[in-house]
């Protein structure tokens, strides 16, 4: 089947490049020139995990193609995906301009009856804004379909073709079944329901798992007071299989392009329609308190200040296998840290371009975590990449005078912290080492 993919974001170029593995001839579409001339290089513009191999492989088949120009990817097209981005705005609700504009532009350029698949996360009635957008500006057949997506960065190629499952929402037997037949070769389950089901499915499952670790992270900080290991209430909670192990990691929250912006723009929508979705603002509420956890437990072991003190931050991305620092816990550590007066180094493998766009200035930067940890006065965990899962402990004991670890990941086993000579604070468990000796 012939496909345009309108926006090369995440999800554009995962869906784009994936349906081209699968035998579609695919056309990915975005304004920005350069990253266009890039992309048809095999480049991606993403850290994906993957990606690239299936880039340039579907690229020499002649099955992936790159341009700046709607009409020309448009021209054959039998389906045309949206997957532009949907920011959140200043008072949470989900920006739709650069939806619109796909849609004003599909109207302007199709010449032959089609499909419009839309996979950006929209509020629900949206498909039906896009429907009116198309049948306002063109003469041509094009049925709306709603498809979310709900792969995960750092895993997205892997998601996409060991999905649970793919929702389809649509308002015609045709639609579905042209959906069938441009997924079969996935062999994933197709759930198919009406278009503001669909739309909704997706909010509610990201919304659902953003409960789950805030939920969580209560739990965790209920067992720090009282003395339980929030580890092994997890996995006690998870062997139900009402409840499901997954989603269940203490930390400190949950950030990313998804979740913080979904949560939020579900609140809004449920506003709009008087209903006041309280369990939500929770769940907000607890993930911006768990963010700033560490500062707060840095500042108690220091006695409420960390004035003058040299603090390492090991990871900076919202989780491993990635370089995104949307919402990443990194940027409120960072800045309150830097606003309390202490001195900041921070280390990521990969992340460290995109963190010096929205850090704070004055931090530094270490190309290993030998060199952030050298003479730092407490090292704080942030993301749990394998190589800081992999450290040794004695990297502490040799780098600092009087190591302080706060592990915001829960990287380290207990009872290995408790061999080295450092103070080991995690998320839901006792801490190990000097201080909690003598509580
Ligand atoms: C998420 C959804 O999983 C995906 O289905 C949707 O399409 C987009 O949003 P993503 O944001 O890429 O994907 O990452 P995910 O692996 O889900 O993690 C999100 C955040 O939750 C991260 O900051 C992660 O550290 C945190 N998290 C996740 C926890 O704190 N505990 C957990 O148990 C799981």
């Not at 992936?64 to 949907?86: C, M, N, P, R």
């Amino acid at each position: 089947m012939n496909i345009a993919v309108v926006g090369t974001g995440y999800v554009g170029l995962v869906t784009g490049v994936s349906l081209s593995e699968i035998g579609h001839t695919v056309t990915c579409i975005d304004l920005d020139r350069q990253k266009v001339d890039k992309m048809k290089q095999g480049f991606s513009p993403i850290y994906e995990p993957g990606l690239e191999e299936l880039m340039t492989k579907n690229i020499a088949a002649g099955r992936l193609f790159f341009t700046s120009q709607h009409s020309e990817g448009f021209k054959e097209a039998d389906a045309i995906y949206i997957a532009v981005g949907t920011p959140e705005r200043f008072d949470g609700t989900a920006d739709l301009t650069y939806i619109k504009a796909a849609a004003n532009d599909i109207a302007e350029h199709i010449t032959k009856q089609v499909v419009v698949v839309t996979k950006s996360t929209v509020p629900v009635g949206t498909n039906d804004v896009i429907q009116n957008i198309l049948s306002a500006g063109t003469d041509v057949e094009c049925e709306v379909v709603s498809n979310p997506e709900f792969l995960r960065e750092g895993s997205a190629v892997h998601d996409t073709f060991h999905g649970d499952r793919i929702v389809v929402g649509s308002s015609s037997e045709k639609a579905a079944k042209l959906m069938d037949d441009i997924y079969a070769p996935f062999n994933i389950p197709i759930f198919h329901t009406n278009v503001k089901s669909a739309e909704m499915i997706k909010y509610a499952s990201n919304a659902f798992l953003a409960t789950k670790i805030s939920f969580i992270n209560e739990i965790a900080n209920l067992c720090d007071s009282l003395g339980a290991n929030v580890e092994d209430v997890a996995a006690g909670m998870g062997q139900d299989d009402r409840i499901g192990s997954k989603f269940l990691n203490a930390g400190i929250g949950y950030g990313g392009s998804c979740f913080p912006k979904d949560t939020s723009a579900l609140v809004q929508i449920a506003s709009n329609v008087d209903h006041e979705f309280n369990l939500l603002r929770a769940v907000i509420d607890v993930n911006a308190h768990q963010q700033a956890l560490p500062v707060h437990k840095i500042k108690e072991h220091f006695g409420g200040s960390v004035r003058g003190k040299k603090i390492a931050l090991l990871g900076l991305a919202f989780k491993p296998n990635t370089d995104d620092m949307r919402e990443a816990a990194s940027i409120v550590v960072s800045q309150e840290l830097i606003l309390s007066g202490a001195e900041v180094v921070g280390y990521d493998p990969i992340a460290t371009e995109n963190a010096k766009k929205v850090l704070p200035e004055i931090m530094e930067y270490a190309d290993s975590p030998e060199e952030a940890t050298e003479g730092a006065d407490a090292v704080i965990i942030l993301t749990e990449w394998d190589e800081i899962k992999q450290l040794d402990l004695g990297l502490f004991t040799e780098k600092m005078l009087e190591p302080v670890v706060f592990d915001g990941r829960n990287c380290f086993d207990l009872k290995d912290a408790s061999k080295h000579n450092i103070v080991y604070y995690s998320v839901g468990r006792p801490s190990v080492g000097k201080v909690a000796e003598k509580v």
